[in-house]
T-cell receptor
Framework: DTAVSQTPKYLVTQMGNDKSIKCEQN?????MYWYKQDSKKFLKIMFS???????INETVPNRFSPKSPDKAHLNLHINSLELGDSAVYFC????????????????FGPGTRLTVL | GQQVMQIPQYQHVQEGEDFTTYCNSS?????IQWYKQRPGGHPVFLIQ?????EVKKQKRLTFQFGEAKKNSSLHITATQTTDVGTYFC?????????????FGQGTILTVHP
């Protein structure tokens, strides 16, 4: 009965490889996000989708490509992995797309620790 | 762009001491949320503050939102070892349509028994 799940939990790979991280939420939420947390714990939003539509696309290298096949799933594909991509990637969801002046609670998945060698 | 600064970056306390973390935004916020991340875990929502000058309490935790809605604080009274973790504030800029939360850098709290 996990609310937001991610696979894999750990991912160790070589530089230059392509990898994907999957995220699923069973909360019935409309909005999903990808965050990157670096070694200093800094959390930075990468992408946000609302009902399968890309809403937020921060300054992220185009090697990162999100894909939302339906509103319960948001996957992240990374091409040509680099050392600097090593981090913990969190998926999150919220009930609705926040409007002006209000925002919903975000529910985070357990994270995927990506290590690029 | 919007920046949310959080201090201190690290705080070490003895069990029973109080702890406070402060959050300051470069722009006026619509609201602010606080999250806690246990070591090895994921951020978990604690509370949301919306009104200017708002104060909310959760047992030993007290949250404040500044009058100008540009700063916030989290105060823990009589810390316990279960309080260990990283505390994040996350602000939603005023006028933002699409709810992009900007997270502070977090304060890593260590509690010594």
């Amino acid at each position: 009965d996990t609310a937001v799940s991610q696979t894999p939990k750990y991912l160790v790979t070589q530089m230059g490889n392509d990898k994907s991280i999957k995220c699923e939420q069973n909360l019935g939420h409309d909005t999903m996000y990808w965050y990157k947390q670096d070694s200093k714990k800094f959390l930075k939003i990468m992408f946000s989708y609302n009902n399968k539509e890309l809403i937020i696309n921060e300054t992220v290298p185009n090697r990162f490509s999100p894909k939302s096949p339906d509103k319960a799933h948001l996957n992240l594909h990374i091409n040509s992995l680099e050392l600097g991509d090593s981090a913990v990637y969190f998926c999150a969801s919220s009930p609705r797309l926040s409007g002006t002046g209000w925002s919903d609670t975000q529910y985070f998945g357990p994270g995927t620790r990506l290590t690029v060698l | 762009g919007q920046q949310v600064m959080q201090i201190p970056q690290y705080q070490h306390v003895q069990e029973g001491e109080d702890f406070t973390t402060y959050c300051n935004s470069s722009t006026t916020l619509s609201n602010i949320q606080w999250y806690k991340q246990r070591p090895g875990g994921h951020p978990v929502f604690l509370i949301q503050l919306v009104k200017s000058g708002e104060v909310k309490k959760q047992k030993r935790l007290t949250f404040q939102f500044g009058e100008a809605k540009k700063n916030s604080s989290l105060h823990i009274t009589a810390t316990q070892t279960t309080d260990v973790g990283t505390y994040f504030c996350a602000g939603l800029a005023g006028g933002t349509s699409y709810g992009k939360l900007t997270f502070g850098q977090g304060t890593i709290l260590t509690v010594h028994p």
